[in-house]
């Protein structure tokens, strides 16, 4: 019994530094991009040692990378909340791209996801990342809007992909200003050409 609770309790204070040292990143990539942080940097701003973050993370790219997958997941969480309700196909991934735009206006969000993520990790796997998370949430309402018409799910993946790029231009339009309901009507727009397609 107290070998259970010892183990418990060390994976919690495993857990607890894992975040610790997750959200000191992601303050830090957020405020002065990846290039411009250190991993000294990093340790003394979750009050860590060199040593808890490399028993955690191979290195500061693999560090990043957990960022990236953190706020990639919370993106397609926010998607996955506002589609919950019984809506059509097309409702809901017209719902779907206004979360999404909402998600992505979290402060760093677009940083880490679509200028500084590319650069440090590659497209190739960003593209994994996304593929998990947002992306997966906007094929699987493709493929239930676009039914009984999509049967090869090569071709359901590149729409998605090319529709996914689409709101990744979106969202850095609204950031600098634009109104995001022209570019919700936008996407509404393409929606609606390739499901009636």
């Known amino acids: 019994m107290q070998i259970k609770s010892s183990r418990r309790s060390n994976r919690e204070r ?13 303050g830090l990539f957020v405020a002065r991009g ?3 942080t250190s991993t000294p940097d990093i340790v003394a701003a979750a009050g860590m040692t060199r040593g808890a973050l490399y028993h955690h993370f191979e290195d500061k790219r693999a560090l990043f990378r957990a960022v990236a ?33 909402d998600a992505m206006a979290e402060p760093g969000r677009i940083r880490i996801l679509l200028l500084d993520g590319p650069a440090v990790l590659g ?26 018409q999509v049967h090869d799910q090569a071709a359901l ?3 998605a992909t090319l529709l996914s790029a689409a709101f990744d231009r979106a969202v850095l339009e ?24």
């Open 14 to 26: 495993s857990d607890t530094t894992r975040a610790a040292i997750l959200d000191a990143a992601h």
């Open 34 to 36: 990846y290039a411009e």
């Open 69 to 101: 997958e953190r706020e990639s997941s919370a993106v397609a969480a926010r998607i996955e909340e506002a589609t919950f309700d019984r809506l059509t196909p097309r409702e809901a991934l017209i719902t779907g791209a206004r979360a999404f735009f």
């Open 123 to 148: 497209t190739r796997e960003m593209a994994t990342i996304d593929a998990a998370n947002a992306q997966r949430t906007l094929e699987e309402g493709l493929a239930e809007a676009m039914a009984p």
């Open 157 to 159: 993946t590149a729409m």
């Open 174 to 197: 609204i950031a600098e200003g634009a109104p995001t309901e022209v570019y919700v009507d936008a996407i509404g727009h393409l929606i609606d050409r390739l499901i009636s397609a």
